[in-house]
């Protein structure tokens, strides 16, 4: 099984500011990598496929980046709504896809 | 519009059967590969099973394999999962979601399963 794990566990930053997000595999994942934001209460939203393509909707403060065992989630600029949990995804042994544990987003 | 509506949840008690249904708009079944993936109370997300767009190919995640049967009716509508031999480890929200490119793409609002006594 492939492990994702994601750092830090909370970030707590202000609006305007930006975020860094990441999320380390344990074997090579190519760029088979998406990353979901859910918030309080609700299902997961697919934002970022393929590592970089922002999916259908996503605003372009949100961004992808890395191949291979080391990914970035940037948000450039915080706005309040972004407050969610953020996961990533690896689809390298589709289907047995398998998830991060999760960062936490605070805005303060 | 693609969306998908889960139901069939509910308090059950270890070792009893449910069946989880969800219902495609906007497309038919045999477009997609279709997932159900849950998620435990504060926890984070977990694969549970996979029908291929073919309708005949099945793969299950391995804490649940032999105890969970995914399948479609034959309009192509809908979506199930046959759950038996709960366990409390189980209790989860179920969600059902479509499969783009390999990654999960519209997901439904969930449906809660507590396996409890």
């Known amino acids: 099984e492939i492990v994702l794990t994601q750092s830090p566990a909370t970030l707590s930053l202000s609006p305007g500011e930006r975020a860094t997000l990441s999320c380390r595999a344990s074997?090579?994942?190519?760029?088979?990598l998406a990353w979901f934001q859910q918030k309080s209460g609700q299902a997961p939203r697919l934002l970022i496929y393929?590592?970089?393509n922002r999916a259908t909707g996503i605003p372009a403060r949100f961004s992808g980046s890395g191949s291979g065992t080391d990914f970035t989630l940037t948000i450039s600029s915080l706005e309040p709504e972004d407050s969610a949990i953020y996961y990533c995804?690896?689809?390298?042994?589709?289907?047995?896809?398998?998830f991060g544990q999760g960062t936490r987003l605070e805005i303060k | 519009e693609v969306q998908v509506l889960e139901s069939g949840g509910a308090l059950i008690q270890p070792g009893g059967s449910l069946r989880l249904s969800c219902a495609a708009s906007?497309?038919?079944?045999?477009?997609?590969?279709m997932n159900w993936i849950r998620q435990a109370p504060g926890k984070g997300l977990e694969w549970v099973s996979t029908?291929?767009?073919?309708?005949?190919?099945?793969y299950y995640g391995d804490s649940v394999k032999g105890r969970f049967t995914i399948s479609r009716d034959s309009s192509r509508t809908t979506l199930y999962l046959q759950m038996n031999s709960l366990r409390a480890e189980d209790t989860a929200v179920y969600y059902c979601?479509?499969?783009?490119?390999?990654?999960?793409?519209?997901w439904g609002q969930g449906t809660l399963v507590t396996v409890s006594s």
């Open positions: 979601v479509t499969d783009a490119r390999g990654y999960p793409d519209q």
């Open positions: 906007g497309f038919t079944l045999n477009n997609y590969a």
């Open positions: 029908l291929g767009s073919s309708g005949s190919d099945t």
């Open positions: 074997q090579s994942v190519s760029t088979y």
């Open positions: 393929g590592a970089s």
């Open positions: 995804q690896q689809r390298s042994n589709w289907p047995r896809v398998t």
